[in-house]
């Protein structure tokens, strides 16, 4: 993405988001419907006009590692050495949450899942939203979106805005959830190796 639209999404969709506000953003693998994961009634939202099985936890995107400490989670040693290995890229990691105050996150797996996104651009958007939620744009079950057009039809005008960056046709990223003593299990696979 180059600076002057970078500019622009800094300069009129941050304060959308900051505000509660939810839209169509492209991310490091697919489009995915953003909005901010600190706010209950904007997750409540997206879950809505995603029509998203209720009990589903949805993706986190972090500008770093170092934002876990906003949804209290503490890392091991060994976690954090791991998840430097991997991020940023294209793998999202599941961490336990034992925080009563996101059960609208976790949904009460008491765990959520991360990804410090590969694009350098979106961790530097990050930096001004804060953490965001962002599954794939479109409903729950049916082929994500590709491009804006396509996630326009899914939702029309019930988002607050739609960022338009080009054709996005990749793998969702892997999911894997990662113990306390930094040994992981697998699963989704997606657009990373575990060999990696």
Not at 30 to 37: E, H, Q, R
Not at 45 to 54: E, M
Not at 116 to 135: C, I, Q, S, Y
Not at 161 to 166: A, G
Request: hydrophobic content about 35%; proline content about 5%; overall charge positive.
């Amino acid at each position: 993405m180059d600076f002057f639209k970078l500019r622009q999404l800094k300069k009129e969709i941050v304060p959308v988001i900051r505000e509660g506000g939810i839209g169509v953003l492209p991310t490091d693998t697919l489009y995915g419907i953003v909005g901010s994961a600190l706010r209950r009634e904007t997750v409540e939202r997206i879950y809505k006009l995603r029509k998203r099985n209720l009990k589903k936890p949805m993706i986190i995107l972090i500008s770093s590692w170092e934002n876990l400490r906003i949804f209290d989670i503490k890392i091991s040693r060994k976690q954090k050495k791991f998840l430097k290995e991997v991020w940023p890229g294209k793998v999202s990691v599941v961490l336990d949450c034992d925080c009563d105050n996101f059960d609208y996150l976790h949904r009460g797996t008491r765990s959520l899942a991360f990804r410090v996104p590969d694009e350098k651009w979106l961790r530097k958007f990050l930096e001004k939203t804060g953490p965001l939620v962002a599954p794939s744009a479109n409903f729950e079950g049916e082929k994500p979106a590709t491009t804006k057009q396509e996630a326009k039809g899914y939702f029309g005008e019930n988002v607050d805005f739609y960022v338009d960056l080009e054709k996005l046709e990749s793998a969702p990223s892997m999911i894997i959830k990662l113990e306390d003593d930094g040994n992981f299990s697998v699963l989704r696979e997606g657009g990373f190796s575990a060999e990696k």
